[in-house]
């Protein structure tokens, strides 16, 4: 009778066990998912409670060694299940082995500085419902070729992306309204980039030293660029000004030496200096006068050609 009670007693142990690291949802398709919950004393991962049912990955977390990492969708604290909502600031900051990473699809924010540096890393995938990527989050991610951003971000932080200098292509998805600035600067093998329509400002030195950039179309929306936003941008060859852009600022389009031609809308009321500064193929039309425009030093120093189109 003890044995058998000892039995029964091992056997409800490893049934807890079991529910101790599993859970079973049911999707909206009504299909039943089982998800696994990882307790935080069998991880290396670190996370900060944020509130009854969500934490936060954190930079308390040592990534050293690691080339792979997954991050869980559900974690045990002292017995209770959270979901990972966040992944919080400096997280995995310089990271140099992590080639790979899993983000759950919980996740709504990548915080400042989150995958800085981590030289490695070849891919990554945001899941679904992240709508912020922070300030440098990305940075310095030379290795890295491909991301997928999902649609549902609407905010991407100053120099998020920038020295990836391996990224090809990226879409950046119709809910963000501002480049901020650095944001893809030294982005050296980029070709090929969309702007959403719904973009109204592009923030300085956006895409300085995209060097492999061969042409951009902003949107008419826009009514901001910022200085040395394409400076340095040597393989663009064609690119349009909306006309809601009043003015051009210093270094603009510094040393684009591709640019063959450009026409600078009449709504233009100053050109900064150096804007063209270098572009030695380009003919420039201006749709205006000399008198309506007020133009800084060396504006189109070395430019091919300058023309008004109003006395």
């Known amino acids: 009778m003890k044995k058998g009670l000892l039995a029964l007693g091992a056997l409800f142990a490893i049934c807890l066990s079991m529910l101790a690291t599993d859970m079973v949802v049911k999707q909206k398709n009504g299909v039943d998912q089982k998800i696994n919950v990882v307790d935080t004393s069998e991880t290396f991962l670190r996370f900060k409670i944020l509130s009854d049912s969500t ?51 919980g996740v709504t924010s990548i915080g400042y500085f989150a995958f800085k540096g981590c030289r490695s890393l070849t891919s990554i995938k945001v899941p679904e419902g992240v709508t912020s990527i922070g300030d440098e989050a990305f ?3 030379s290795s890295l070729t491909r991301i997928k951003i999902p649609k549902s971000v609407t ?6 992306f920038s020295k990836c200098s ?8 119709e809910g963000v309204t501002r480049i901020e600035f650095d944001a893809f600067s030294d982005c050296s093998s980029l070709n090929s980039i969309n702007i959403p329509e719904g973009v109204t400002s592009i923030g300085e030195n956006a895409f300085s030293d ?12 826009v009514t901001s ?34 640019l063959t ?12 200096s150096d804007a063209f500064r270098g572009c030695s193929n380009l003919d420039i039309v201006i749709n205006n006068s000399k008198d309506n425009v007020e133009v800084g030093a060396d504006a189109f120093k070395n430019c091919k050609s300058v023309k008004w189109l109003k006395d």
């Open 55 to 105: 934490v936060e990955l954190t930079n308390e977390s040592s990534c050293r060694g690691h080339e792979s990492i997954t991050i869980p969708e559900k974690v045990r604290i002292e017995g209770k299940v959270y979901t990972v909502t966040s992944i919080g600031e400096w997280a995995f900051y310089g990271c140099r082995s992590l080639t790979s990473i899993n983000i759950p699809e």
């Open 139 to 141: 940075d310095g991610c």
């Open 155 to 160: 905010s991407i932080g100053a120099s998020a």
């Open 166 to 173: 391996s990224l090809t292509s990226i879409k950046i998805p």
């Open 210 to 221: 995209c060097s492999s950039l061969t042409s951009i179309k902003i949107p008419e929306g």
């Open 225 to 258: 660029i910022g200085y040395s936003a394409f400076e340095r941008c040597r393989s663009l060859t064609s690119i349009n000004i909306p006309k809601g852009v009043t003015s051009i600022w210093i270094f603009t389009f510094k040393e684009c030496s591709s």
């Open 261 to 272: 031609s450009i026409k600078i809308p009449k709504g233009v009321t100053r050109i900064g």
